[in-house]
């Protein structure tokens, strides 16, 4: 069979979601940044509520989200998305609204918004990328950047006896009686981006059930601030991220799995 | 018994050269072409097209979403 | 329907926000304004009107609740006090740079630092030079007595949503926590989520409702050609402002030959200088701004050819008497007098700096 006969409407299985804009986006080349966007979009394409998401982008690398999430969006100042969620939320209860943060935003400067709005068990969606990083400003350290993990502001590896260690913001939240569902996932090979899809697929249909905030953190790679190849970045992250951020579902159904 | 036949089609302006979805592919369809797309990147097409199975490991993989995928039961 | 009360200042301008329609209010403790969320919260205007009021974890964070819910075309609201408001920056020039609208209260306590929690007007320059970061004014208008704190709510949200901007209500611990009688108006109903829609479709984030294409709020323009369009398009509003939405008021200004120049709780201390001073024979008067921006700059200008000397009254030391000079341009001299720390000058500490430092010849 001739390839021409293969590549015809009828036969596409798989093409790309209209709630994904035109723009080329502008994440470095194997971005895990494109991915979580892409399957955050597939979700809300697939449960049809585009007429009733809200999407807020940090500062950070996706603070350019809006260009490419084709739903409604507002672009928050750094560390404030849970705010403005819990402000466009709380005056429209029936709404699908989720923030889209990285780990400087989210688990730095944004700490308190975070854990208060999870506190409060606001009816969002929080999609947190952790990639152990500042990409946008350069490859700073970041509060999830990992013990002996290089970065501009720790050429010589993160040193904990100064600067402390990771912090787990998933489990710290998952305690908080509002936080309905956690799941940490990556998107680096398909079976991955399978299971994190599945992930965010569940913590969007939560927010029907209004019983609580749901928080998916997807671990993800950043080449340039790593300095690897994109494929040499989901090895390394799969050694050494993996080890520490461990992948799996923390809470469901308002109950911490027990591991 | 009918064999899968598959295809993909790259936006190869839009690819960046990444190369994640090589190592995706469970039949190593894709290389990275000698030439380069506007923008400087090899974009990745198939290399090796008959054993493409249509499985879409390669598209839902690509950060960029540049891949479509098609699939069609051929009778040998 | 209307109603007549005896109310603190803080309170009444929480019961006007719900007899505005207001729809959200996110607030956080600071005295000497903590009463407008107490208030709000015993309310509990859910059950009257819909409206939402939230504490929050900090003033950042309520600001940006004010922000997100203002995305979505809601008629949102804050207050805190001087070191909360200096919290608040960030969020009201992002506010100001996505071209939002919501009001913003500030019951301006003594400062700088934790200061004190007694009255001041050291908040002027902080208030009308922008505040934030980059090239933006806030519209401010200026209460003077416990009526203004409830009427100035709704004339803030026509200018908040008139040009899409956050506005600014310049009050103090005085005028916040003294009791007054206060009309209240009728009950004004809260926009429907469909009004809503048909009046901000074309802006507003509250989803693609009718698969309309997406809004986008942001104040972001990495490419400089379009950020300074927006800030042209931001200084066009403020031109405007002057030109549409200029208030003041002149009190026994026709025959005066000197000029108190005063707002908010200075202004009504001023007036009875004013009486005082006219009692020993000098004809002076009074310009209370209404809206500190825009400021009364011709109407200062036009004085001029009036009177021999301007004073100004404010609880600081000096801020507003500069953008008198730049005003007037030194075509008369103008003057400072002031008590700070949250102390209160009396009408007669006014009178003899008047004698003093314009009178005196």
Request: glycine share 10%; hydrophobic share 40%; net charge neutral.
């Given at each position: 069979?001739?390839?021409?006969?293969?590549?015809?409407?009828?036969?596409?299985?798989?093409?790309?979601?209209?709630?994904?804009?035109?723009?080329?986006?502008?994440?470095?080349?194997?971005?895990?940044?494109?991915?979580?966007?892409?399957?955050?979009?597939?979700?809300?394409?697939?449960?049809?509520?585009?007429?009733?998401?809200?999407?807020?982008?940090?500062?950070?690398?996706?603070?350019?989200?809006?260009?490419?999430?084709?739903?409604?969006?507002?672009?928050?100042?750094?560390?404030?998305?849970?705010?403005?969620?819990?402000?466009?939320?709380?005056?429209?209860?029936?709404?699908?609204?989720?923030?889209?943060?990285?780990?400087?935003?989210?688990?730095?400067?944004?700490?308190?918004?975070?854990?208060?709005?999870?506190?409060?068990?606001?009816?969002?969606?929080?999609?947190?990328?952790?990639?152990?990083?500042?990409?946008?400003?350069?490859?700073?350290?970041?509060?999830?950047?990992?013990?002996?993990?290089?970065?501009?502001?720790?050429?010589?590896?993160?040193?904990?006896?100064?600067?402390?260690?990771?912090?787990?913001?998933?489990?710290?939240?998952?305690?908080?009686?509002?936080?309905?569902?956690?799941?940490?996932?990556?998107?680096?090979?398909?079976?991955?981006?399978?299971?994190?899809k599945k992930a965010i697929k569940q913590a969007f249909e939560n927010v029907k059930l209004k019983k609580g905030l749901s928080f998916v953190e997807i671990v993800s790679n950043c080449n340039s601030g790593w300095k690897m190849t994109p494929n040499d970045a989901n090895k390394w992250l799969e050694?050494?991220?993996?080890?520490?951020?461990?992948?799996?579902?923390?809470?469901?159904?308002?109950?911490?799995?027990?591991? | 018994?009918?064999?899968?036949?598959?295809?993909?089609?790259?936006?190869?302006?839009?690819?960046?050269?990444?190369?994640?979805?090589?190592?995706?592919?469970?039949?190593?369809?894709?290389?990275?072409?000698?030439?380069?797309?506007?923008?400087?990147?090899?974009?990745?097409?198939?290399?090796?097209?008959?054993?493409?199975?249509?499985?879409?490991?390669?598209?839902?993989?690509?950060?960029?979403?540049?891949?479509?995928?098609?699939?069609?039961?051929?009778?040998? | 329907?209307?109603?007549?009360?005896?109310?603190?200042?803080?309170?009444?301008?929480?019961?006007?926000?719900?007899?505005?329609?207001?729809?959200?209010?996110?607030?956080?403790?600071?005295?000497?304004?903590?009463?407008?969320?107490?208030?709000?919260?015993?309310?509990?205007?859910?059950?009257?009107?819909?409206?939402?009021?939230?504490?929050?974890?900090?003033?950042?964070?309520?600001?940006?609740?004010?922000?997100?819910?203002?995305?979505?075309?809601?008629?949102?609201?804050?207050?805190?006090?001087?070191?909360?408001?200096?919290?608040?920056?960030?969020?009201?020039?992002?506010?100001?740079?996505?071209?939002?609208?919501?009001?913003?209260?500030?019951?301006?306590?003594?400062?700088?630092?934790?200061?004190?929690?007694?009255?001041?007007?050291?908040?002027?320059?902080?208030?009308?030079?922008?505040?934030?970061?980059?090239?933006?004014?806030?519209?401010?208008?200026?209460?003077?007595?416990?009526?203004?704190?409830?009427?100035?709510?709704?004339?803030?949200?026509?200018?908040?949503?008139?040009?899409?901007?956050?506005?600014?209500?310049?009050?103090?611990?005085?005028?916040?926590?003294?009791?007054?009688?206060?009309?209240?108006?009728?009950?004004?109903?809260?926009?429907?989520?469909?009004?809503?829609?048909?009046?901000?479709?074309?802006?507003?984030?509250?989803?693609?409702?009718?698969?309309?294409?997406?809004?986008?709020?942001?104040?972001?323009?990495?490419?400089?050609?379009?950020?300074?369009?927006?800030?042209?398009?931001?200084?066009?509003?403020?031109?405007?402002?002057?030109?549409?939405?200029?208030?003041?008021?002149?009190?026994?200004?026709?025959?005066?030959?000197?000029?108190?120049?005063?707002?908010?709780?200075?202004?009504?201390?001023?007036?009875?200088?004013?009486?005082?001073?006219?009692?020993?024979?000098?004809?002076?008067?009074?310009?209370?701004?209404?809206?500190?921006?825009?400021?009364?700059?011709?109407?200062?200008?036009?004085?001029?050819?009036?009177?021999?000397?301007?004073?100004?009254?404010?609880?600081?030391?000096?801020?507003?008497?500069?953008?008198?000079?730049?005003?007037?341009?030194?075509?008369?001299?103008?003057?400072?007098?002031?008590?700070?720390?949250?102390?209160?000058?009396?009408?007669?500490?006014?009178?003899?700096?008047?004698?003093?430092?314009?009178?005196?010849?």
């Amino acid at each position: 069979m001739d390839i021409k006969d293969i590549i015809k409407p009828e036969n596409q299985v798989y093409k790309k979601t209209d709630l994904m804009t035109e723009n080329a986006l502008s994440y470095c080349p194997g971005c895990g940044h494109g991915t979580a966007h892409r399957l955050t979009m597939e979700v809300v394409e697939e449960l049809g509520i585009k007429e009733d998401t809200i999407g807020v982008a940090p500062v950070g690398c996706s603070v350019l989200a809006y260009d490419f999430m084709n739903v409604d969006m507002q672009q928050a100042a750094h560390g404030r998305a849970p705010a403005l969620a819990t402000g466009i939320s709380r005056t429209w209860p029936d709404k699908y609204v989720f923030t889209y943060q990285g780990d400087g935003d989210l688990a730095a400067i944004g700490t308190a918004e975070t854990i208060h709005a999870c506190n409060r068990g606001e009816n969002i969606v929080i999609i947190f990328i952790n990639n152990g990083i500042y990409g946008m400003t350069g490859g700073q350290m970041a509060p999830t950047t990992l013990p002996g993990m290089r970065s501009s502001t720790s050429p010589y590896g993160r040193d904990v006896r100064s600067m402390g260690s990771p912090i787990k913001i998933t489990e710290l939240i998952s305690n908080l009686p509002g936080v309905y569902f956690v799941s940490r996932q990556a998107v680096h090979t398909p079976k991955h981006v399978r299971k994190a899809k599945k992930a965010i697929k569940q913590a969007f249909e939560n927010v029907k059930l209004k019983k609580g905030l749901s928080f998916v953190e997807i671990v993800s790679n950043c080449n340039s601030g790593w300095k690897m190849t994109p494929n040499d970045a989901n090895k390394w992250l799969e050694e050494n991220m993996l080890d520490f951020y461990q992948l799996g579902d923390i809470k469901i159904d308002g109950q911490l799995v027990q591991k | 018994m009918a064999k899968i036949r598959g295809a993909i089609v790259v936006d190869t302006e839009k690819c960046k050269g990444c190369e994640v979805c090589v190592p995706a592919c469970p039949t190593e369809v894709i290389g990275m072409a000698k030439d380069v797309n506007g923008k400087g990147y090899h974009f990745a097409f198939m290399a090796n097209p008959e054993a493409c199975t249509g499985c879409s490991n390669c598209a839902i993989v690509c950060p960029d979403g540049v891949i479509s995928v098609f699939r069609v039961k051929a009778d040998e | 329907m209307a109603e007549l009360k005896l109310m603190k200042g803080n309170e009444a301008i929480a019961e006007a926000a719900i007899r505005a329609g207001v729809d959200a209010y996110f607030g956080y403790p600071i005295t000497p304004q903590s009463e407008v969320i107490e208030y709000l919260m015993s309310e509990q205007p859910e059950h009257r009107t819909g409206m939402v009021v939230l504490q929050a974890e900090s003033e950042v964070a309520a600001i940006n609740m004010v922000y997100g819910a203002a995305g979505t075309g809601k008629k949102v609201m804050t207050s805190s006090s001087s070191p909360g408001i200096s919290l608040k920056q960030e969020g009201i020039s992002y506010l100001a740079g996505a071209e939002l609208p919501a009001v913003i209260l500030n019951v301006v306590r003594g400062g700088p630092g934790l200061g004190t929690i007694q009255p001041s007007q050291a908040d002027y320059f902080q208030s009308v030079k922008g505040g934030g970061h980059g090239d933006y004014r806030l519209y401010v208008l200026a209460p003077a007595s416990v009526q203004e704190m409830a009427d100035f709510v709704d004339d803030a949200f026509e200018m908040a949503f008139k040009y899409k901007t956050p506005v600014l209500i310049l009050s103090d611990g005085l005028i916040g926590q003294m009791m007054e009688k206060v009309l209240l108006k009728d009950q004004k109903a809260r926009l429907t989520d469909k009004e809503l829609q048909e009046r901000h479709g074309d802006w507003a984030t509250f989803g693609r409702v009718g698969g309309r294409e997406r809004n986008i709020i942001t104040s972001l323009d990495l490419q400089s050609e379009k950020m300074e369009n927006r800030v042209h398009r931001l200084m066009a509003k403020y031109k405007r402002m002057e030109e549409e939405d200029l208030r003041f008021e002149k009190i026994k200004c026709d025959d005066a030959d000197y000029l108190i120049v005063a707002y908010g709780s200075s202004a009504r201390i001023a007036q009875k200088t004013v009486d005082l001073a006219r009692a020993k024979g000098h004809k002076v008067g009074l310009l209370r701004p209404i809206t500190l921006f825009p400021y009364p700059k011709k109407e200062l200008m036009e004085m001029t050819k009036q009177v021999k000397g301007i004073l100004s009254v404010e609880l600081n030391m000096g801020q507003m008497v500069e953008d008198i000079r730049l005003a007037v341009e030194h075509k008369v001299p103008v003057e400072h007098f002031g008590r700070t720390g949250g102390i209160i000058h009396t009408p007669e500490e006014i009178l003899k700096a008047l004698e003093e430092k314009i009178i005196k010849g």
